[in-house]
T-cell receptor, first 114, second 113 residues
Framework: DVKVTQSSRYLVKRTGEKVFLECVQD?????MFWYRQDPGLGLRLIYF???????EKGDIPEGYSVSREKKERFSLILESASTNQTSMYLC?????????????FGPGTRLTVL | GNSVTQMEGPVTLSEEAFLTINCTYT??????LFWYVQYPGEGLQLLLK?????DKGSNKGFEATYRKETTSFHLEKGSVQVSDSAVYFC????????????FGAGTRLAVHP
C-alpha cells in the first residue's frame, strides 16, 4: 500500500516564525503536492513537484516555498508565518504518468499560527 | 475554466436513510472523476472513481455514474450508517497536465442513530 506520512499532526507557531512541514512517501512516486484545506473552500493547491529539485506554483503559492532534494521527501516552508496561514495542510503524491490521475494523501497537519 | 461544484452541507441523515450528494464539473476534454472521503482527524482517502463516460464507480455501498451529457458525478448510497459520517470531496483530473486534481468545496455528512 502507498503510504504518505507527514511530520506532525498538529503544530502551533507564532507570527513571524519560519515553519517547515515535511512529507514523505514510500512508493517511489515522481509527483508530490501540497494543498491547504479550509472550510467552504475545499482543497487548494499550493505547490507541486514532478521531479527532484523541480517545482511548480499551484493556485495559491504566495507566502509559501517548497523544497524537494530527495524523491521521497517534499517540504513546505512558511518563511514568516502569519495568522491567515492557520489551516489544515495536506500532502499527496502519485506516479508519473499517473494511474487515472489518482492521488494518495497523507493524514494532514493542522497548523495554528498565533 | 476548470471547476467542481458540490451541494453545500452539512447533510444530516438518520441511519439507513438514502444519501445523494450532487456534484457537477466544468472541464475541458474528458477528465477522470473522483470521490474522496475524509473521516474526522484524517487525510483524504479515495472512495471511488470513474475514468470515462457512463462508467460507474462503486465502493463500500457508495456509487456514482459519470454523466458526460450533464457533466455530473452524483454520489449515492442506499442506506447510510453512522460510520459514514465524514466530509466528501468530488474532484476531476486537470487536462492541462501535471496530473493535478480540481476539488470541490466538500460536503459534510452527519448520520445519526
Amino acid at each position: 500500500d502507498v503510504k504518505v506520512t507527514q511530520s506532525s499532526r498538529y503544530l502551533v507557531k507564532r507570527t513571524g516564525e519560519k515553519v517547515f512541514l515535511e512529507c514523505v512517501q514510500d512508493m517511489d512516486h515522481e509527483n508530490m503536492f501540497w494543498y491547504r484545506q479550509d472550510p467552504g473552500l475545499g482543497l487548494r493547491l499550493i505547490y507541486f513537484s514532478y521531479d527532484v529539485k523541480m517545482k511548480e506554483k499551484g493556485d495559491i503559492p504566495e507566502g509559501y516555498s517548497v523544497s524537494r532534494e530527495k524523491k521521497e521527501r517534499f517540504s513546505l516552508i512558511l518563511e514568516s508565518a502569519s495568522t491567515n496561514q492557520t489551516s489544515m495542510y495536506l500532502c499527496a503524491s502519485n506516479q508519473n504518468p499517473p494511474r487515472d490521475n489518482e492521488q494518495f494523501f497523507g493524514p494532514g497537519t493542522r497548523l495554528t499560527v498565533l | 475554466g476548470n471547476s467542481v461544484t458540490q451541494m453545500e452541507g452539512p447533510v444530516t441523515l438518520s441511519e439507513e436513510a438514502f444519501l445523494t450528494i450532487n456534484c457537477t464539473y466544468t472541464a475541458t476534454g474528458y477528465p477522470s472523476l473522483f470521490w474522496y472521503v475524509q473521516y474526522p482527524g484524517e487525510g483524504l482517502q479515495l472512495l471511488l472513481k470513474a475514468t470515462k463516460a457512463d462508467d460507474k464507480g462503486s465502493n463500500k455501498g457508495f456509487e456514482a455514474t459519470y454523466r458526460k451529457e450533464t457533466t455530473s458525478f452524483h454520489l449515492e448510497k442506499g442506506s447510510v450508517q453512522v460510520s459514514d459520517s465524514a466530509v466528501y470531496f468530488c474532484a476531476h483530473s486537470f487536462s492541462g497536465g501535471y496530473n493535478k486534481l480540481i476539488f470541490g468545496a466538500g460536503t459534510r455528512l452527519a448520520v445519526h442513530p
